[in-house]
């Protein structure tokens, strides 16, 4: 499967994402599933994929070109004037190649849909996400819906709903999504380390940073031994049941 | 859907289920899932039901009646002479319910399968848990695995798995399980309030504890409403973050 998160703080926005790729139990690998784009002081464009491997690939593939060969009939997504110009158009790109695959009269056993969490600033707007359906359609987050996970979102929710405050940090908001990841690692064979994770500081228009947390990090695996007594802790505090 | 929970204590058996029931979202109404029947001083047999209503039902009922009719040629799972073997006849029973309405020749756009948590104990064996599948096959729970979970159940996995203890209390457990399905109740819809619950102590062959948590019981408020800080203060308790 996949796990990947994005969040819209006060600061700026968050993005993590795990980097299995499977098909089949007997079929495991790691890859990359956090892609961005940026024009200094203009843009910056991040990207989330969950879904079909060869839909991902073909659809960062594309984007990728357009972004570089400028006489391509269609737009580059470091052209167009807003983000949601930029998330139609990547929602009409992933529709394209789903389309194409699915329309070759061959048979398979797999979906070719994907899911992609979008996100980023262009200069005269505030920073947006989007989550965007294999249909090439999507919705945007708001006050109300201030993050947006895609895969295995379950496991990893209640946390979130609970802890989510888009008054904090980046370096809080990283240390809640690693407590997120962290549940969802443990119950979702289909998710793992490691973690790549981007924070955008809202009006910088550059990345503030980019990295990859591995599984044997010292960072990551304090938190996962912390938080089995954390939440003891935390239960404890609640008051006790009588009967 | 259901979110029903059993767990395996050193010091007994721990049940709960919702009480939600739906056919759609404009469907919606109340129905008890949990389930018991003993004969004190000699054994305690208790069940939790999730899936299609009418075959729960109807499983219940048979198993109901079968328990007063002396006479009747499927044995009664009040004189089966181990968990194991009522583990079984609870199988048979929801294999043959399921079959009877599948094989009927009309066609339903609905599934007519179950899941039950079945557990207890008989005089001169230990406490036990099982999960039977609408098959009317089954698995046990150990000490490996000591507690099952049936319908909507990854919201409200990693509180389990992060904080069951097999020493706790009961109150502890009663506890943990309401922040389980507090979790679960604010996740999926499907899942509501009331709360049944049922406490079975080893070795003393009764009931010690049957009651239900109605959506606004004081308790249940207080860790829905505590379970946001207590979670603060967990995260707050895990080493920050630097990039």
């Not at 708001?142 to 929710?157: A, I, L, M, V």
């Not at 690692?185 to 998710?191: A, D, E, H, T």
């Amino acid at each position: 499967m996949t796990y990947c998160v994005c969040m819209r703080l006060n600061r700026g926005l968050v993005f993590m994402s795990d980097t299995r790729t499977n098909a089949g139990l007997d079929n495991i690998s790691t890859t990359k599933k956090l892609f961005s784009w940026s024009v200094p002081g203009e843009r910056v464009i991040t990207l989330m994929t969950a879904g079909n491997l060869a839909t991902t690939q073909a659809l960062v593939s594309l984007l990728d070109e357009r972004s570089k060969a400028t006489a391509e009939r269609s737009p580059s997504i470091l052209q167009e004037p807003s983000m949601f110009q930029i998330a139609r158009e990547v929602g009409k790109t992933l529709r394209e190649v789903i389309q194409s695959n699915a329309m070759t009269g061959t048979t398979a056993s797999a979906s070719f849909g994907a899911t992609i969490l979008l996100g980023g600033q262009v200069k005269g707007g505030p920073p947006r996400l989007f989550l965007i359906y294999p249909e090439g359609n999507f919705i945007e987050a708001s006050d109300d819906n201030p993050f947006f996970q895609s895969g295995e979102t379950k496991y990893g929710k209640p946390i979130l709903v609970r802890a989510f405050n888009p008054e904090m940090s980046f370096e809080r908001a990283i240390k809640l999504l690693t407590v997120s990841f962290d549940s969802t690692i443990k119950s979702n064979l289909s998710v793992g380390a490691p973690l790549d994770y981007l924070i955008y500081e809202a009006d910088s228009f550059e990345i503030a940073h980019e990295s990859r947390m591995e599984a044997d990090d010292p960072y990551f695996s304090s938190v996962s031994n912390g938080w089995g007594d954390a939440l003891e802790q935390a239960l404890n505090e609640l008051p006790d049941f009588t009967f």
